[in-house]
T-cell receptor
Framework: DAGVTQSPTHLIKTRGQQVTLRCSPK?????VSWYQQALGQGPQFIFQ???????QRGNFPDRFSGHQFPNYSSELNVNALLLGDSALYLC????????????FGPGTRLLVL | GQQLNQSPQSMFIQEGEDVSMNCTSS?????WLWYKQDPGEGPVLLIA?????ELTSNGRLTAQFGITRKDSFLNISASIPSDVGIYFC???????????FGKGTHLIIQP
């Protein structure tokens, strides 16, 4: 049973660039949530995708956008990168629009220079 | 963004000792979760609590959902070296809400 997978594992970008991160949910899961984890902090909720729509959103600017595909996989896009966007980006998958337990992937480490 | 109040921030204990950590919030949550995160990896679910007052065990781990719905604790009995890591509490308000996390408790075990 494949767990949550994310790609790439690490990424280095410069300020002002754009980045796309990818997530494949756990087999059988239909909901994907994205979190940002700064160094020394707990994860912060960015948004959740279910039925190919953004259903919930945390306190993040619209530079952060996403997409969910018919196979339930998801992308997180960040435009106009800032130094403060450097963090571990975590994807979590679950069932039924997030009403079931969320399982996390290993994350993508983004460094913005 | 909002974070839960998790304490202690770090713990230095001897192998074999029991561990206790807790999490409080100013808001009510309908679900409390405890995760463990090892360096370079994502959080792994340890225990999920769905009802106020619920006490749940998973091996040497025991967690409780506070009756006010604003707090939870996690106990680890007879700690072993592989218990080292960062433990996070997380609360979920509505059924489909994103999770709100604490800042984590760093557990360090001295052999």
């Amino acid at each position: 049973d494949a767990g949550v997978t994310q790609s790439p594992t690490h990424l280095i970008k410069t300020r002002g660039q754009q980045v796309t991160l990818r997530c494949s949910p756990k087999s059988g899961h239909d909901t994907v949530s994205w979190y940002q984890q700064a160094l020394g902090q707990g994860p912060q909720f960015i948004f959740q995708y279910y039925e190919e729509e953004e259903r919930q959103r945390g306190n993040f600017p619209d530079r952060f956008s996403g997409h969910q595909f018919p196979n339930y996989s998801s992308e997180l896009n960040v435009n106009a990168l800032l130094l403060g966007d450097s963090a571990l980006y975590l994807c979590a998958s679950s069932l039924r629009g997030g009403r079931e337990t969320q399982y996390f992937g290993p994350g993508t480490r983004l460094l913005v220079l | 963004g909002q974070q839960l109040n998790q304490s202690p921030q770090s713990m230095f204990i001897q192998e074999g000792e029991d561990v206790s950590m807790n999490c409080t919030s100013s808001s009510i949550f309908n679900t409390w979760l405890w995760y463990k995160q090892d360096p370079g990896e994502g959080p792994v679910l340890l225990i999920a609590l769905y009802k106020a007052g619920e006490l749940t065990s998973n091996g040497r781990l025991t967690a409780q959902f506070g009756i006010t719905r604003k707090d939870s604790f996690l106990n680890i009995s007879a700690s072993i070296p592989s218990d080292v890591g960062i433990y996070f509490c997380a609360g979920q308000g509505g059924g489909a809400d994103g999770l709100t996390f604490g800042k984590g408790t760093h557990l360090i075990i001295q052999p």
